[in-house]
């Protein structure tokens, strides 16, 4: 009798914590296969597209391990790689540097206005993208209402003398990037226990000291991931160069779009691809290494 | 007893202190208001440009930088256009069923990695890390890529399998979070009352959940709706709304573009404020 229900006892746990696992693979499988399927095979499929050699019209793409295709797509086109990566950084420090005061505002003296002024924060999301983007092309337009004299002319000149600048890509880069680098800075702002920087304060911590060693380091993770968040997409992005710039604004993701869509170069293309995929990847994990780890990024990440 | 003297000035200190510090702390307090207030007027700037002329009594058919006088025609003939309508059901419908198929996916993901320990969960959040940082047009590509070693026909179904891929793992990270938030002992009590897990995980777990996968529903919805990057490598033929008004930057928007962006706006907040306000009304938040 007692050592049935001994062995009972014992059993249960672990009869539990099987059942337990069968549920969370269980729970996993749906999620995680279309994942597989629709995020992980995709990216085989273009290393095994980037080693193809052949042409549309010359009876479709042959694999022969075709490594010339990263020479190929790379040949002067550096400057694109460089150019995105300085748009990118650009980007990246202007929207952090202005989205942290206004998180830091909301976050410590938001009081119940809190989720509203989030919300406001979020309202370009509300937008598409590319209206958005056109918006401010029409806004910064030579003859437009910020710009310009309103000028009496019946039709929009080609005349975009200003928006073809790295000033209009980059500035509509932070505008549309904003709202990302905004949200896990206000969550690793609100996050900070208010108790310590009282604790600074009664060691005569002043405020700038206060911030300083309490506020700011603690918000760390946020920045980390603010950051990344912009500095990876934004590196890809090609939506601004194209409608707020012009031929010498061109950035990498105008060119893989050129590449797969207009001239069918596949394997050319999958391989400038697999080119800023690998280098981002590179730089985040430096990054990663240098500041903070990924679990700090995964926890600030949770918008 | 000197200790007790020396304890007690750090105390006293900061409240002498206190009136000095009072001009300098109001002006403080001003400065960052005013820059949210004018960070926020930077960011809603392009969307009043948009409602308004929405309303441009244009000559045209084109919108101009200059305004011309109030209108509602654009208003009355905003579905003239068939393939614009075409475009922004084609985005609607597709967000929807998106929204609808990623949810599911992407909560019982959430719900995987925010209450179990399993082997390869480190490899799984990873993943989903990367699915959402990553450049978008890496994604696009690669799915093109796929689709085209395939031999797949791009169109309404390719798009609808790429918004999936990335919708699901915004939808996990969401329920996620509200799932690590809660307290377990509820669910161990309502075991303890003899409820099957079955009967725990609806009567108990679900309804607390359910603030984070209606805003990962939500997410989901707009994110698939406002998509541009991937949709354009994957669409072939098909048109979307943000693809048709990309296609027709070049030679100028005609104003129902901003009639119909408008009319998809207040849609979105409506139902974004309408989901706040039930979920305040059942206080979980």
């Not at chain 1, 590196?235 to 031929?247: F, K, M, N, Q, S």
């Amino acid at each position: 009798m007692a050592v049935t229900a001994e062995t009972r006892h014992r059993s249960r746990p672990h009869g539990i914590e099987r059942r337990r696992r069968r549920v969370a693979y269980g729970l996993l499988l749906p999620g995680g296969g279309w994942l597989l399927v629709f995020f992980l095979v995709p990216f085989l499929m273009m290393a095994y597209t980037s080693l193809k050699s052949g042409g549309v019209l010359s009876g479709g793409f042959r694999f022969t391990w075709e490594f010339s295709n990263y020479i190929d797509a790379l040949s002067g086109r550096q400057v694109f790689v460089m150019r995105s990566l300085m748009y990118a950084a650009m980007t990246t420090i202007g929207t952090v540097l202005l989205a942290y005061p206004a998180a830091y505002w909301i976050a410590f003296h938001g009081g119940r206005w809190k989720n509203t002024l989030l919300f406001m924060i979020l309202l370009p999301y509300f937008v598409s993208f590319v209206i958005r983007t056109v918006q401010w092309k029409f806004l910064l337009a030579d003859t437009g209402p910020l710009l310009g004299t309103l000028k009496d002319i019946g039709i929009v000149p080609a005349d975009f003398h200003v928006l073809a600048t790295p000033i209009a890509v980059v500035g509509g880069l932070i505008y549309n990037y904003l709202p990302f680098a905004a949200l896990p800075l206000f969550v690793a702002l609100d996050r900070i226990d208010r108790t310590l920087i009282e604790g600074a304060y009664d060691l005569y911590a002043n405020r700038t000291q206060a911030f300083l060693k309490i506020v700011f380091p603690l918000s760390m993770p946020g920045v980390f991931a603010a950051t990344l968040l912009t500095f990876v997409p934004a590196t890809g992005d090609y939506v601004e160069a194209e409608i707020l710039g012009g031929p010498t604004t061109k950035m990498i993701g105008n060119i893989i779009q050129t590449e797969f869509l207009t001239r069918a170069r596949y394997p050319v293309a999958a391989a400038l691809s697999m080119v800023l995929m690998l280098t981002m990847v590179l730089l985040t994990s430096i990054y990663a290494k240098a500041l903070g780890t990924e679990d700090e990024t995964l926890a600030a990440a949770r918008l | 007893m000197s200790v007790a003297v020396t304890a007690a000035q750090p105390r006293s200190v900061p409240v002498e202190e206190a009136p000095l510090r009072k001009p300098r702390k109001r002006l403080a307090r001003l400065i960052l208001p005013t820059y949210t207030v004018f960070l926020m007027l930077y960011l809603v700037t392009p969307i009043l440009v948009m409602i308004l002329y929405g309303f441009n009594d244009i000559p045209g058919e084109r919108q101009t930088p200059r305004f011309w006088g109030f209108t509602l025609d654009w208003y009355r003939t905003m579905f003239d256009d068939p393939s614009l309508t075409q475009a922004v059901r084609n985005s609607v419908v597709i967000a929807i069923v998106a929204a609808a198929i990623a949810t599911p996916l992407g909560t019982t993901l959430g719900l995987a990695l925010g209450r179990y320990g399993f082997r390869g969960k480190a490899a799984v959040s990873f993943v989903i890390f990367m699915a959402i940082a990553i450049p978008e047009i890496v994604l696009g590509s690669s799915l093109l890529s796929m689709f085209v070693q395939a031999q797949a026909q791009l169109g309404f179904v390719t798009i609808l399998l790429s918004h999936i891929a990335f919708n699901t793992p915004f939808v996990a990270v969401t329920v996620r979070a509200r799932v690590q938030g809660m307290d377990r002992s509820l669910e161990d009590a309502a075991q303890d009352l003899f409820a099957s897990p079955i009967i725990a995980f609806w009567k108990v777990t679900f309804p607390i959940i359910l603030p984070g996968i209606l805003a990962g529903l939500m997410l989901a919805f707009v994110l698939s709706l406002d998509d541009f990057v991937i949709t354009n490598f994957v669409s072939g033929q098909l048109q979307t709304f943000p693809i048709w008004v990309y296609g027709a930057t070049r030679i100028g928007l005609p104003p129902t573009v901003n009639v119909l962006g408008t009319l998809l706006f207040v849609a979105g907040v409506a139902l974004a404020l309408i989901t706040a306000v039930s979920r305040r009304g059942e206080g979980s938040e």
